[in-house]
């Protein structure tokens, strides 16, 4: 089948282009032929894109090809915006001028609208595409519409959850534009049944049109047998975080004599450095925790509050104590600086530091200022927390090839996330990496959660009311199982995912969905 997708974003960095990224390539594997609308600079460094074009107007200029292993392909066009990236969470995009959509103004919106719109036409005509397919709730479904107006051609729009808990939810204006995109689709694609819940609870008259369809983790990359601790220690180089940023942070925790100062060093030292590659040192450090003792716990995705990192470190403090437990937090986002400091203040009992980085809580992630939800300062933990530090590492991001390499190293992985989301990816990726994922018990992540955790004596899901102490219970018990126990319930949880999550799967029923009258 000839698809054409549009997608505003790139291949990484976000659950959302994960998402599109393994799609197209199940989709180019099973044989269809896709066309692509996104913003990938470098579309041709991933192995399912045969081409590439930038999009002007009706014009569509050539940038490259190369020959794919797959019997479909995937032809990736780059819309011409400008030089403004709207999105639904702010953060920094090198090269580009960010704002999230509510701060736009109407001509920012209707430019963005029109150019992507246009170019929706232009390959359209070009490729002779049979269905389309959107990505978010908004914009994309509104310039489907516009563009598809009398050709005939169909959509079928994926929601996933960031548009519709960011923006539309909290915009009336983008709330109707989110309406009047989705009510032209021919099916609206929710990534879990709370997710089309979500949906139907914000547009009742769509819901006869709305089907949950959760999934999917690459089978093939993430697997047991895929750790390759060599390749990682090669991870070292760039433009990434390194040394004279720890101590920068280091120093802003000694010297700073307020609130405010402090917030500027630490948006200072987030400006030295591309956070969107690993860190130089990065497979250095990895390197020295995979050879030390003690069980290993990671965390992967953004580093922003909503995703609950400040949580799962305070309930680290108390499974590191029990199990003498390290952690890897790998990702990058505008709450990096703030979670070392935090690690750092922690592991050194200062209280006042603590304390002061808790009130600022968002504030550190360029939001409004507002407290650490999930998050309490007390004696105790301060007594526990002596030398967090040296426990925890921060390496930056890893994308999916090196991802997979180091998840089968892990004893237990955490998907803590505080806000609502669509579906557990990450959940997933580690339950097929042969890692047991503790996710909490909220929106998407509790069906991933009940999907992966199908046949385990123990419970995947962690409560909410205590947060923290029931994530360091739920770590602590599995991490003190015998070896060999864990070891038959990673074989379980990696089963759960290969019968229930691949993308094969997905891209199958998408197209089934497309293909109806």
């Not at 959509?101 to 359209?124: C, K, Q």
């Not at 895929?226 to 390194?242: F, H, M, Q, S, Y």
Request: aromatic share 8%.
């Amino acid at each position: 089948m000839r698809l054409l997708m549009t997608h505003g974003y790139m291949f990484s960095g976000s659950g959302s282009n994960v998402y599109v990224q393994n799609l197209c390539r199940e989709l180019a594997r099973a044989g269809h032929e896709v066309h692509l609308l996104c913003q990938e600079p470098e579309p041709l460094s991933y192995d399912f894109v045969d081409a590439h074009y930038r999009v002007e107007g009706a014009e569509l200029f050539p940038l490259g090809e190369q020959e794919t292993p797959y019997p479909g392909r995937c032809a990736v066009y780059r819309p011409e915006i400008g030089d403004l990236l709207p999105v639904y969470v702010y953060d920094e995009y090198p090269g580009w001028r960010v704002k999230v959509f509510p701060d736009l103004t109407e001509g920012e919106l209707e430019g963005y609208l029109s150019r992507n719109a246009a170019a929706v036409r232009a390959v359209l005509e070009r490729t002779g595409a049979e269905a389309v397919v959107t990505n978010h709730s908004v914009p994309g479904p509104l310039i489907a519409r516009r563009a598809l107006e009398g050709t005939g051609v169909p959509y079928l729009s994926i929601v996933h959850g960031s548009c519709l808990q960011y923006v539309a939810r909290r915009s009336p204006r983008y709330m109707e534009l989110a309406r009047e995109g989705l009510s032209g689709a021919r099916r609206i694609l929710a990534l879990s049944s709370h997710s089309a819940g979500t949906v139907e609870e914000d547009f009742p008259e769509l819901a006869g049109r709305t089907v949950a369809m959760p999934g999917g983790v690459d089978t093939r990359l993430f697997r047991p047998d895929a750790l390759d601790p060599e390749a990682l220690v090669r991870l070292r180089g760039g433009r990434g975080r390194g040394p004279e940023q720890r101590e920068a942070l280091a120093r802003a925790l000694r010297e700073a004599r307020g609130t405010e100062e402090l917030a500027a060093s630490l948006r200072r030292i987030a400006a030295s450095y591309d956070a969107r590659v690993h860190d130089r040192d990065a497979g250095e450090r990895i390197r020295r925790l995979l050879a030390s003792e003690g069980p290993l716990v990671v965390y992967v995705g953004k580093l922003i509050h909503s995703k609950g990192v400040h949580s799962l470190l305070s309930a680290f403090i108390r499974v590191r104590r029990a199990t003498g437990a390290r952690l890897l937090v790998v990702g990058f986002g505008t709450f990096r600086e703030g979670l070392e400091a935090l690690t750092l203040a922690l592991g050194s009992g200062d209280r006042k530091t603590v304390e002061r980085l808790a009130d600022l809580g968002r504030l550190l992630e360029g939001e409004a200022p507002g407290p650490l939800e999930h998050f309490g300062v007390h004696e105790k933990l301060l007594e526990e927390a002596r030398g967090l530090a040296e426990a925890v590492e921060f390496v930056g991001p890893l994308y999916h090839e090196e991802l997979a390499r180091l998840l089968p190293a892990a004893d237990a992985g955490v998907v803590p996330s505080i806000f609502p989301e669509t579906f557990g990816l990450v959940a997933a990726e580690l339950a097929a990496s042969g890692v047991v994922p503790f996710v909490a018990d909220h929106s998407g992540l509790r069906e991933a959660g009940g999907i992966i955790g199908k046949g385990l004596p123990f419970g995947l899901l962690v409560g909410m009311e205590r947060f923290e102490e029931e994530l360091a219970g739920a770590l602590t018990r599995y991490l003190s199982l015998p070896g060999e126990e864990r070891r038959r319930w990673q074989g379980v949880v990696r089963e759960n995912c290969v019968r229930n999550l691949g993308w094969d799967t997905l891209a199958r029923r998408l197209v089934e969905l497309a293909w109806e009258g």
